[in-house]
């Protein structure tokens, strides 16, 4: 994101930098087409899910926005968070996203042991193996937005063998 493109010091009291907003709806989320922007500019981008190419997509997007804009992510949870987790690499601040969840879905597991991300149908409480090093995980309630995932650890780790 750049900086603002006027020094707010001259703007005498006008808004500096892009006030638009970006519309963001994954797989079969319903049409943003009726969100209100409050008059402000919209631009909208659908992906079918929150894969690489989208996410690059999207930083791609965000990478020539000013401060002060929007974006609002729809659906699924897992979608929208990775999404989320761009947009605070591109430099947006928690305040500047809106999270649209069609509901729980799939759940992304970061494994504490090998650094790999697993989706699972259950979420936390439950246990899922690790597709990176099949270790299995026990899921947390620790959700990173960094991340974009539910924290995994060693499920069996304090057991006798």
Same mark, same amino acid.
């Given at each position: 994101?750049?900086?603002?493109?006027?020094?707010?010091?001259?703007?005498?009291?006008?808004?500096?930098?892009?006030?638009?907003?970006?519309?963001?709806?994954?797989?079969?989320?319903?049409?943003?087409?009726?969100?209100?922007?409050?008059?402000?500019?919209?631009?909208?981008?659908?992906?079918?899910?929150?894969?690489?190419?989208?996410?690059?997509?999207?930083?791609?997007? %965000? !990478?020539? /926005?000013?401060?002060?804009? #929007?974006?609002?992510? $729809?659906?699924?949870?897992?979608?929208?968070? @990775?999404?989320? =987790?761009?947009?605070?690499?591109?430099?947006?601040?928690?305040?500047?996203?809106?999270?649209?969840?069609?509901?729980?879905?799939?759940?992304?597991?970061?494994?504490?042991?090998?650094?790999?991300?697993?989706?699972?149908?259950?979420?936390?409480?439950?246990?899922?193996?690790?597709?990176?090093?099949?270790?299995? %995980? !026990?899921? /947390?309630?620790?959700?990173? #937005?960094?991340?974009? $995932?539910?924290?995994?650890?060693?499920?069996? @780790?304090?057991? =006798?063998?």
């Amino acid at each position: 994101m750049k900086p603002a493109s006027v020094d707010p010091s001259a703007a005498a009291g006008r808004a500096t930098g892009y006030r638009g907003v970006v519309l963001v709806s994954f797989g079969h989320a319903e049409s943003l087409a009726a969100e209100s922007t409050d008059g402000r500019p919209r631009q909208n981008l659908h992906f079918e899910s929150a894969d690489h190419e989208s996410l690059r997509q999207l930083k791609s997007v %965000l !990478a020539s /926005t000013f401060v002060g804009v #929007r974006l609002v992510l $729809a659906g699924p949870q897992s979608d929208i968070c @990775a999404a989320a =987790a761009a947009a605070a690499q591109c430099g947006l601040v928690q305040e500047e996203i809106r999270l649209l969840s069609e509901g729980a879905g799939t759940w992304r597991v970061f494994c504490g042991h090998c650094h790999a991300t697993t989706s699972s149908a259950r979420g936390p409480g439950s246990e899922v193996d690790c597709q990176g090093c099949a270790t299995t %995980l !026990a899921i /947390t309630g620790h959700f990173s #937005r960094r991340q974009a $995932a539910y924290l995994g650890f060693a499920a069996h @780790a304090e057991e =006798a063998a």
